[in-house]
């Protein structure tokens, strides 16, 4: 037993193995002290291994520790932290991109839904009859993306926790309401593509927001005026949407020109002209391209990639004129937005900290 | 507090230990309910030393290995001595009104 756990043994190399997954530094400062604790654990018959392998519990501790690491938890380099910060941003700005999109369904619900049928010039109809169980189930699915903005308003009240519920259920809730329709292995994958940029948001605010990170609860007035400026967006645009639609249906405008507008107002349109926006914000800011705008940058290069996934993922391959002029344009500009975004945050990075790859306290 | 740092600082109150050693006596604090991973234990020990609770106390090397050992600071103590206070009379007020629920009293 003492030969298979002793020094050098199959179990250390297998537990300093995974302790790889820390920062150079920290492995530097910490290893020999950590497998020093492990293996007397293991001599002692203490239940962290498994005679020849560490166990999933030892693994995972270890993996929790070098993920809060990497995301500027205490004891985390500059770059680090640096990286925490724009996790956390990509979560913040994810959520205020979702809670647009929530007030823009839920501003639909209620055109399609909440008004009466001769209200609207052509007689905007939802499907099923009103008041069937499967009415009120689409009404739901279309409400309940509003959970994204109880998932802000927790955050920037400086609760994480409740934040992390609302948004998973804002994420899950509507698929469970009404199922995609997946019959296709072309077609799952697909639906998995466009929902990738929500289930990023998601994970960057679980794994960002952890019991090391700074809190992020903001002033009242600045709270307030963060939720409240994407759902008024949200239902503005529901409102845009919904006339012109009303007005294309009732043959008032034609619908050819609105195609393209139509584009830029679904959500990979939105998402790309969100990301746009926050390049040119990242661009033009005092300072840029570095220094102040370096987090949000970082963060929407993470949020880019998703983006672009779900946009090629559903490309209109075969189609031709406006459809597919536009989502190429789109691709397009996601991808221009992509490499602009990580120029700037690869560049933030390296100045913010050189010691990536070195010991604190050690020259070059 | 976490719990777990808790059942750290009081593991430190008598004596400086190292890292399995603070594992060990966390383990027989709790009555062998907190089994301390050394992930989760390194990051306890190092959010308590960002707070100034814990610092290195000394080094040493047994049978080839390494052991740090960590005290507690004036402070940690302080922090300690606080929490455990607040404890002791969230458990005070929870023991008189079940009393009182025992003795047929208010809810």
Same mark, same amino acid.
């Not at chain 1, 009120?136 to 994204?148: E, I, T």
């Not at chain 1, 929500?198 to 007035?221: E, K, N, Q, S, Y």
């Not at chain 2, 989760?40 to 610092?55: I, N, P, S």
């Given at each position: 037993?003492?030969?298979?756990?002793?020094?050098?043994?199959?179990?250390?190399?297998?537990?300093?193995?995974?302790?790889?997954?820390?920062?150079?530094?920290?492995?530097?400062?910490?290893?020999?002290?950590?497998?020093?604790?492990?293996?007397?654990?293991?001599?002692?018959?203490?239940?962290?291994?498994?005679?020849?392998?560490?166990?999933?519990?030892? /693994?995972?501790?270890?993996?929790?520790?070098?993920?809060?690491?990497?995301?500027?938890?205490?004891?985390?380099?500059?770059?680090?932290?640096?990286?925490?910060?724009?996790?956390?941003? *990509?979560?913040?700005?994810?959520?205020?991109?979702?809670?647009?999109?929530?007030?823009?369904?839920?501003?639909? =619900?209620?055109?399609?839904?909440?008004?009466?049928?001769?209200?609207?010039?052509?007689?905007?109809?939802? /499907?099923?009859?009103?008041?069937? %169980?499967?009415?009120?189930?689409?009404?739901?699915?279309?409400?309940?993306?509003?959970?994204? &903005?109880? =998932?802000?308003?927790?955050?920037?009240?400086?609760?994480?926790?409740?934040?992390?519920?609302?948004?998973?259920?804002? +994420?899950?809730?509507?698929?469970?309401?009404?199922? %995609?329709?997946?019959?296709?292995?072309?077609?799952?994958?697909?639906?998995?593509?466009?929902?990738?940029?929500?289930?990023?948001?998601?994970?960057?605010?679980?794994?960002?927001?952890?019991?090391? =990170?700074? %809190?992020? !609860?903001?002033?009242? !007035?600045? =709270?307030?005026?963060?939720?409240?400026?994407? /759902? *008024?967006?949200?239902?503005? +645009?529901?409102?845009?949407?919904?006339?012109?639609?009303?007005?294309?249906?009732?043959?008032?405008?034609?619908?050819?020109?609105?195609?393209? &507008?139509?584009?830029?107002?679904?959500?990979?349109?939105?998402?790309?002209?969100?990301?746009?926006?926050?390049?040119?914000?990242?661009?033009?800011?005092?300072?840029?391209?570095?220094?102040?705008? &370096?987090?949000? *940058?970082?963060?929407? &290069?993470?949020?880019?990639?998703?983006?672009?996934?779900?946009?090629?993922?559903?490309?209109?391959?075969?189609?031709?004129?406006?459809?597919?002029?536009? *989502?190429?344009?789109?691709?397009?500009?996601?991808?221009?937005?992509?490499?602009?975004?990580?120029?700037?945050?690869?560049?933030?990075?390296?100045?913010?900290?050189?010691?990536?790859?070195?010991?604190?306290?050690?020259?070059? | 507090?976490?719990?777990?740092?808790?059942?750290?600082?009081?593991?430190?109150?008598?004596?400086?230990?190292?890292?399995?050693?603070?594992?060990?006596?966390?383990?027989?604090?709790?009555?062998?309910?907190?089994?301390?991973?050394?992930?989760?234990?390194?990051?306890?020990?190092?959010?308590?030393?960002?707070?100034?609770?814990?610092?290195?106390?000394?080094?040493?090397?047994?049978?080839?290995?390494?052991?740090?050992?960590?005290?507690?600071?004036?402070?940690?103590?302080?922090?300690?001595?606080?929490?455990?206070?607040?404890?002791?009379?969230?458990?005070?007020?929870?023991?008189?009104?079940?009393?009182?629920?025992?003795?047929?009293?208010?809810?």
């Amino acid at each position: 037993m003492s030969e298979r756990i002793g020094r050098g043994s199959v179990l250390e190399e297998r537990y300093r193995r995974w302790l790889r997954l820390l920062p150079a530094p920290y492995r530097a400062e910490r290893e020999e002290e950590m497998v020093s604790a492990f293996m007397e654990g293991a001599q002692r018959g203490r239940a962290g291994h498994d005679d020849q392998r560490p166990r999933l519990l030892e /693994i995972a501790s270890v993996a929790a520790l070098a993920l809060r690491l990497r995301l500027g938890g205490p004891g985390s380099t500059p770059g680090s932290s640096l990286c925490g910060e724009a996790v956390r941003r *990509a979560a913040l700005l994810g959520l205020v991109f979702w809670t647009m999109v929530g007030g823009l369904y839920a501003g639909q =619900a209620v055109l399609t839904y909440g008004i009466p049928v001769d209200a609207l010039p052509d007689g905007v109809m939802g /499907i099923g009859d009103p008041e069937s %169980p499967e009415r009120v189930r689409l009404v739901l699915a279309d409400l309940v993306p509003l959970l994204w &903005a109880v =998932a802000l308003g927790a955050l920037v009240h400086g609760r994480p926790r409740t934040a992390k519920a609302a948004a998973t259920a804002a +994420l899950v809730v509507p698929y469970v309401l009404v199922p %995609p329709l997946v019959s296709w292995q072309v077609d799952a994958v697909r639906w998995a593509c466009s929902v990738l940029p929500a289930v990023v948001t998601v994970l960057a605010l679980a794994i960002g927001f952890h019991r090391d =990170a700074p %809190p992020p !609860r903001l002033p009242a !007035r600045r =709270a307030l005026l963060l939720l409240a400026l994407p /759902i *008024a967006a949200g239902v503005l +645009l529901s409102v845009v949407v919904g006339v012109l639609g009303a007005m294309v249906r009732a043959g008032t405008v034609p619908a050819r020109p609105l195609m393209s &507008a139509w584009m830029w107002v679904d959500t990979p349109g939105l998402t790309c002209v969100s990301l746009l926006a926050v390049t040119v914000w990242c661009l033009a800011r005092p300072g840029a391209p570095v220094k102040p705008a &370096a987090p949000v *940058a970082l963060a929407a &290069a993470i949020l880019t990639v998703p983006a672009v996934l779900a946009r090629v993922g559903t490309m209109p391959w075969g189609a031709t004129g406006v459809i597919g002029l536009n *989502a190429t344009l789109q691709l397009a500009v996601l991808l221009a937005i992509g490499i602009t975004l990580a120029l700037i945050g690869v560049r933030a990075l390296r100045a913010e900290d050189g010691s990536l790859t070195e010991v604190p306290g050690q020259p070059g | 507090m976490t719990e777990p740092a808790f059942l750290v600082l009081t593991a430190l109150v008598d004596e400086p230990r190292h890292g399995y050693g603070i594992a060990q006596e966390v383990e027989r604090l709790s009555g062998g309910r907190v089994q301390l991973k050394i992930g989760t234990l390194y990051g306890v020990l190092d959010r308590l030393a960002a707070d100034g609770c814990v610092e290195a106390d000394r080094e040493e090397v047994r049978q080839g290995r390494l052991r740090r050992y960590y005290r507690l600071t004036d402070e940690g103590a302080r922090a300690l001595e606080e929490e455990a206070v607040r404890l002791a009379d969230n458990a005070r007020r929870a023991v008189e009104r079940l009393r009182l629920r025992q003795a047929g009293g208010p809810a």
